[in-house]
């Protein structure tokens, strides 16, 4: 099936770690993406990992990716009460030309 | 540069009414994708455009349908609207090469009554 799974909420307290999890479906995505969403507004990437790298790190986000268990995960540092949104990661098959995205999870950061 | 527009940002129309937004990707950007996105469903990939052809379609019905133009302006336009097509509608624009990063627009918020 195209169902990208992550779980629904996450609720941290306002300088601790984040990881938002997110299992993908198809092996042959070449890139694998992560988006926020903020209230009333459309996506924003945040950042995208190369499915032949194991992790990325950007300022305060850290991106694991397991390709044998399709297993994406996404880390902030030090999360903030401007991190509160939803989060999306994404998959675009190879040959394909759409991106699905997961059903986001939404991201609560407690002051 | 600017980013990805939409009109218009919102909507309201009746059941039975058609409806056509709008998109204007970045300029250079020649994909243009369409997004639903609802509370129940998530976000569910409509169709993309490239070079004024279509190349991939989501599981929507045929009430559904867009169009791209020369300048890589986009339109979906919806038929025969139904309560279930209140939605935020997203586009989407990339380059189609290297990382392919999509860049969104702000959406337009369609209220069916």
């Known amino acids: 099936g195209e169902d990208v799974e992550q779980s629904l909420f996450l609720s941290v307290r306002e300088g601790d770690s984040s990881v938002i999890n997110c299992t993908y479906t198809d092996s042959s995505s070449t890139y694998l993406y992560w988006y926020k969403q903020e209230p009333g507004a459309g996506l924003q990437l945040l950042t995208y990992?190369?499915?032949?790298?194991d992790m990325k790190q950007d300022q305060r986000l850290t991106v694991l990716l397991n390709k044998k268990d399709k297993h994406l995960s996404l880390r902030i540092a030090d999360t903030q009460t401007g991190d509160s949104a939803i989060y999306f990661c994404a998959e675009k098959p190879s040959g394909t030309y759409k991106y699905i995205f997961g059903t986001g999870t939404r991201l609560k950061v407690l002051a | 540069k600017a980013g990805v527009t939409q009109t218009p940002r919102y909507l309201i129309k009746t059941r039975g009414q058609q409806v056509t937004l709008s998109c204007s990707p970045i300029?250079?950007?020649?994909?243009v994708s369409w997004y639903q996105q609802t509370p129940g469903q998530g976000l569910q990939f409509l169709f993309e455009y490239f070079s004024e052809t279509q190349r991939n379609k989501g599981n929507f019905p045929g009430r559904f349908s867009g169009r791209q133009f020369s300048n890589s302006r986009s339109e979906m336009n919806v038929s025969t609207l139904e309560l279930g097509d209140s939605a935020l509608y997203l586009c989407?624009?990339?380059?189609?090469?290297?990382?392919?990063?999509?860049?969104f627009g702000p959406g337009t918020r369609l209220t069916v009554l």
């Open positions: 300029s250079g950007h020649r994909s």
């Open positions: 989407a624009s990339s380059l189609v090469q290297g990382v392919n990063e999509q860049f």
């Open positions: 990992i190369f499915s032949n790298m």
